[in-house]
């Protein structure tokens, strides 16, 4: 079984953290921008905390987590062909870090093992916004 670890993105991990999401199928990289500069400046903001996705000492993705008006929303990328021990792992890593709640998803519509993955952890669909899904982590009951 690899060891999968979330860890703070340094200035070292900047390189294979953007290859990572440039390669991956997540949807958002687009948000951030599809070049470098871009990237950096999405990794710089106040508002996000980005971790780099460690699967047996390579980083494998990025997972983050920022503010979007008064909710918090998580993102993940991960390089293809990752299988899917590292994608679950660090999301219940992310989702045990962030005690916000809700806690808010999105993903392309047509991204199934996405939407497998959120459904696994406990994430129910919440609204949909053109070609993608947002999905919410609710709180719960104690």
């Given at each position: 079984m690899a060891h999968i670890e979330l860890r703070p993105l340094t200035d070292a991990?900047?390189?294979?953290?953007?290859?990572?999401?440039?390669?991956?199928?997540?949807?958002?990289?687009?948000?951030?921008?599809?070049?470098?500069?871009?990237?950096?400046?999405?990794?710089?903001?106040?508002?996000?905390?980005?971790?780099?996705?460690?699967?047996?000492?390579?980083?494998?993705?990025?997972?983050?987590?920022?503010?979007?008006?008064?909710?918090?929303?998580?993102?993940?990328?991960?390089?293809?062909?990752?299988?899917?021990?590292?994608?679950?792992?660090?999301?219940?890593?992310?989702?045990?870090?962030?005690?916000?709640?809700?806690?808010?998803?999105?993903?392309?519509?047509?991204d199934d093992p996405s939407h497998d993955l959120l459904a696994r952890i406990g994430?129910?669909?919440?609204?949909?916004?053109?070609?993608?899904?947002?999905?919410?982590?609710?709180?719960?009951?104690?």
């Open positions: 991990d900047r390189d294979a953290a953007f290859q990572a999401v440039h390669d991956s199928r997540s949807a958002w990289p687009n948000a951030v921008g599809g070049d470098r500069p871009a990237f950096d400046g999405w990794v710089d903001r106040d508002d996000v905390d980005a971790q780099v996705i460690v699967q047996d000492d390579d980083v494998v993705g990025v997972a983050a987590a920022m503010d979007r008006g008064d909710d918090r929303e998580i993102l993940l990328a991960l390089v293809p062909g990752i299988g899917d021990e590292a994608p679950s792992e660090a999301l219940r890593l992310l989702t045990a870090q962030e005690a916000e709640r809700p806690l808010y998803a999105c993903v392309a519509a047509d994430f129910v669909e919440h609204e949909r916004d053109g070609d993608d899904v947002v999905y919410v982590l609710p709180p719960t009951l104690e």
